[in-house]
C-alpha cells in the first residue's frame, strides 16, 4: 500500500504505481495533463518509465480549451 498526496488530497493505493499508470487510475489518460513529482516536472515522454513510491507530492494539471 502507498500513500500519495494528489493536488493536496491524500490517495491510497494498493500497488506501487509508475505515473502512465496512475493517470489511468485517475482516468485521466489520454488527455492533455501536466505532472509534477516532488517538485519537478515528469516529461510525457517518462511517464511510464517514472515509478512513484510511498509519500510522493504530485500536482496534476488537466489543460482545459474554451474560451
Known amino acids: 500500500m502507498i500513500t500519495l498526496s494528489i493536488n493536496g488530497q491524500q ?19 489520454g ?3 501536466a505532472v509534477e513529482r516532488n517538485g519537478e516536472i515528469v516529461p510525457r ?3 511510464a ?5 510511498d509519500a510522493d ?3 496534476i494539471v488537466v489543460a482545459v480549451c474554451g474560451g
Not at 505515473?19 to 485521466?28: G, H, R, S, T
Not at 518509465?49 to 513510491?53: E, G, I, K, Q
Request: net charge neutral.
Open 11 to 29: 490517495h491510497q493505493f494498493s500497488k506501487p504505481l509508475s505515473v502512465a499508470a496512475l493517470l489511468l487510475e485517475l482516468d485521466l489518460a
Open 31 to 33: 488527455k492533455r495533463v
Open 45 to 47: 515522454s517518462q511517464h
Open 57 to 59: 507530492q504530485l500536482e
Open 49 to 53: 518509465a517514472v515509478h512513484l513510491t
